[in-house]
């Protein structure tokens, strides 16, 4: 739940970050529309891992596993706050192309960090 916690202060953030940077409303809008799917996913488990296992207590993740989560979450943070970046100071010339940036990183760091929490919250006993 933590993860999801972080990634919602995190795209807050880059909300805030990007209001003042970003003049096109479109264009600031479909930049932040870009991160919701990977939100959506995150929430999506957890609240189905909370409204289904939630008798069920013995489910536990190894320490490993959580620390490459939250090493990928980083990678994630750090590709998002690069593009940021890169936009602000120039390196990113044209606003109409943020959302692409975004959305390559979204994709990149998205689909492995749904892959492990799908495999983190799996009912192993419905998959017989």
């Known amino acids: 739940m933590s993860v ?3 990634h919602i202060l995190f795209v807050l953030g ?3 970050y990007l209001r003042n940077y970003v003049t096109d ?3 600031y809008v479909s930049t932040l529309a870009v991160f919701l799917p990977v939100f959506g996913a995150y929430v999506g488990i957890v609240v189905q891992d909370l409204g289904v296992e939630r008798q069920r207590s ?3 993740a190894s320490s490993a596993f959580v620390y490459i989560v939250f090493a990928l979450l980083a990678a994630y943070c750090v590709g998002i706050i ?3 970046t890169g936009f602000t100071s120039g390196f990113i010339v044209d606003e109409q192309s943020l959302p692409a940036a975004v959305a390559a990183v979204e994709t990149a760091f998205g689909a492995f960090l749904t892959t ?3 495999k983190l919250f799996k009912d192993e006993s419905k998959s017989t």
């Open 82 to 84: 690069f593009v940021v």
């Open 14 to 16: 880059a909300a805030v």
């Open 58 to 60: 013995t489910k536990k």
């Open 4 to 6: 999801v916690t972080l």
């Open 25 to 27: 409303f479109g264009t």
């Open 116 to 118: 492990c929490f799908f």
